[in-house]
């Protein structure tokens, strides 16, 4: 199969899309602002704060094959592949909008410093966009062991319900900008 780079709207990246399976770019961060104007216009609070948070914090990471060895973990659940990534592998938890396909969710992953995305949920990832932000292995791990499971996102939960100290010093810096 041979492939073609396209570049990422508003972020000066650009991804691999395999020629027998393109990919449609949409601009994840003005899917998140419109996600965000929906969500406050229902009322959903914590889901409207999530988003706004990211669309002014998240930055495009840079979508990546599954790392050599690396094996697929469960579908459906991004959330909890994301904290094992981080307390297995040492990588930053990410956490924002994707598109996989035609899907885009808000969804999880792992990221290396270099802004590498790590995500064994969803297949093909080299093929995917991930717009979000990235949080340091250390102060994720301990956010996580405050909280119960369960939850639909447990980043930002902790960040709005919670109201963990100071989210930015929480933040990965992205060296990829």
Same mark, same amino acid.
């Given at each position: 199969m041979s492939t073609a780079f396209v570049d990422i709207p508003n972020s000066g990246r650009h991804m691999t899309v395999g020629a027998?399976? &393109?990919?449609?770019?949409i601009d994840?961060?003005?899917y998140a602002?419109?996600?965000?104007?929906?969500? !406050?216009?229902a009322g959903k609070v914590g889901w409207a704060a999530a988003y706004h948070y990211v669309v002014e914090n998240g930055h495009y990471h840079v979508s990546s094959p599954l790392p050599e060895g690396s094996e697929r973990m469960e579908r459906q659940q991004c959330f909890y592949n994301g *904290?094992?990534?981080?307390?297995?592998?040492d990588l930053n938890y990410a956490e924002g909008v994707a598109r996989s396909g035609r899907f885009t969710t808000w969804h999880a992953w792992g990221v290396t !410093? !270099?802004?590498?995305?790590v995500d064994p949920t969803w297949d093909?990832?080299?093929?995917?966009?991930? *717009?979000?932000?990235?949080?340091? &292995?250390? &102060?994720y791990a301990e956010a +996580?062991?405050? +909280?119960?499971?369960?939850?639909? +996102?447990?980043?930002?939960?902790?960040v709005f319900?919670?109201?963990?100290?100071? +989210?930015?010093e929480l933040l990965v810096v992205p060296n990829w900008k």
């Amino acid at each position: 199969m041979s492939t073609a780079f396209v570049d990422i709207p508003n972020s000066g990246r650009h991804m691999t899309v395999g020629a027998n399976r &393109p990919r449609p770019l949409i601009d994840l961060r003005q899917y998140a602002v419109t996600t965000a104007e929906r969500n !406050d216009a229902a009322g959903k609070v914590g889901w409207a704060a999530a988003y706004h948070y990211v669309v002014e914090n998240g930055h495009y990471h840079v979508s990546s094959p599954l790392p050599e060895g690396s094996e697929r973990m469960e579908r459906q659940q991004c959330f909890y592949n994301g *904290f094992r990534l981080v307390t297995e592998l040492d990588l930053n938890y990410a956490e924002g909008v994707a598109r996989s396909g035609r899907f885009t969710t808000w969804h999880a992953w792992g990221v290396t !410093d !270099d802004g590498l995305v790590v995500d064994p949920t969803w297949d093909h990832p080299e093929e995917n966009q991930y *717009f979000g932000i990235a949080v340091r &292995p250390q &102060p994720y791990a301990e956010a +996580m062991c405050e +909280m119960s499971w369960g939850m639909s +996102m447990p980043l930002l939960e902790a960040v709005f319900v919670l109201k963990l100290g100071n +989210m930015p010093e929480l933040l990965v810096v992205p060296n990829w900008k």
